[in-house]
């Protein structure tokens, strides 16, 4: 695959989650252009969105619903990397990853892989019509839950310390925004961690209800101990669940929701491969950015 377009995400610039990898080319949100394939089932010049982990679709996690807990889906990956003008794909990952993309960008396609993730959370939620969820860090994964909890008929509140952020999931239609500096007085059927902060962790502890759910779709580095208020919790029937990746389904399903959605304005800033050091930058300083793009 010709790379034409690759999203920076928070992943990328995590010093913990990358630090064993290295040295990687990192990058696993492309899109492009098929060059050439061995497979019949794919032309040249056809433009796709590629998954860079795929599951079996046949071993017992996959057939229980756990797809990303697959032992294919943590070994297969892009090679070398979605930052490269190139890439190859596997045997597995052009049977089960491939997507033929629909009449969008090509950076607009970069976040079909974060859409995946976020319908998998919801899913696992239980999220539905007249629900209350608030959404802790309201980058591009918490705006994104925003959006597609807003599409159900969920009231949404978006919890952030950066104003910039929390600007944008206003203009993207957040009912209520709130700075995560000051107390957070609201209770919710549903809390979506979108941010690994300590601080943000325990603020999440007074604002869920009872029979409330509490969604770790972003978490702390591993050497940071969190003490939850368990007999509170077991009392009030709150449940505590991650969610990690995206499965068939559900890239399937953003795929079919991409066009009826405006990705382009997320993105706020693009750097062609030669500048991606300074896309980067951008993204671990979180300042007044939302979506980066590499483009090719």
């Not at 797809?67 to 045997?91: K, M, Q, V």
Request: glycine share 8%; hydrophobic share 40%.
């Amino acid at each position: 695959m010709r790379t034409k377009a690759c999203g920076i995400c928070g992943s990328d610039v995590l010093e913990w989650y990358r630090r064993d990898k290295a040295p990687v080319i990192l990058g696993h949100e492309a899109v492009g252009e098929i060059v050439e394939s061995r497979s019949s089932d794919y032309k040249i010049g056809q433009r796709i969105f590629a998954s860079h982990h795929v599951p079996c679709n046949k071993c017992y996690y996959c057939l229980e619903g756990y797809h990303t807990a697959c032992s294919l889906l943590r070994r297969t990956n892009y090679d070398p990397g979605g930052f490269s003008e190139y890439i190859r794909l596997s045997r597995e990952n052009a049977e089960f990853g491939i997507y033929p993309l629909p009449d969008i960008s090509y950076e607009s396609a970069t976040l079909i892989e974060a859409l995946g993730c976020v319908i998998r959370a919801q899913r696992l939620a239980g999220l539905k019509m007249g629900q209350r969820l608030i959404v802790f860090g309201c980058g591009v994964s918490g705006l994104l839950h925003i959006i597609l909890a807003k599409k159900k008929g969920v009231y949404t509140i978006g919890v952030d310390i950066n104003e910039y952020k929390l600007n944008f999931a206003k203009k993207f239609g957040c009912d209520l925004v709130l700075n995560g500096n000051r107390d957070i007085n609201t209770l919710a059927d549903c809390i979506v961690l979108c941010t690994g902060s300590p601080q943000a962790i325990e603020k999440t502890f007074s604002c869920l209800d009872k029979g409330s759910v509490l969604v770790f779709f972003a978490v702390p580095s591993p050497d940071i101990r969190i003490n939850f208020p368990i007999t509170r919790f077991w009392r009030n029937e709150v449940k505590i669940i991650t969610s990690y990746g995206a499965g068939p389904k559900d890239l399937d399903e953003a795929l079919r929701l991409v066009e009826k959605m405006d990705l382009e304005s997320m993105i706020t800033h693009r750097f062609p491969l030669e500048k991606i050091q300074d896309g980067f930058l951008v993204v671990e300083r979180q300042d007044e950015s939302m979506k980066a793009v590499v483009t090719l």
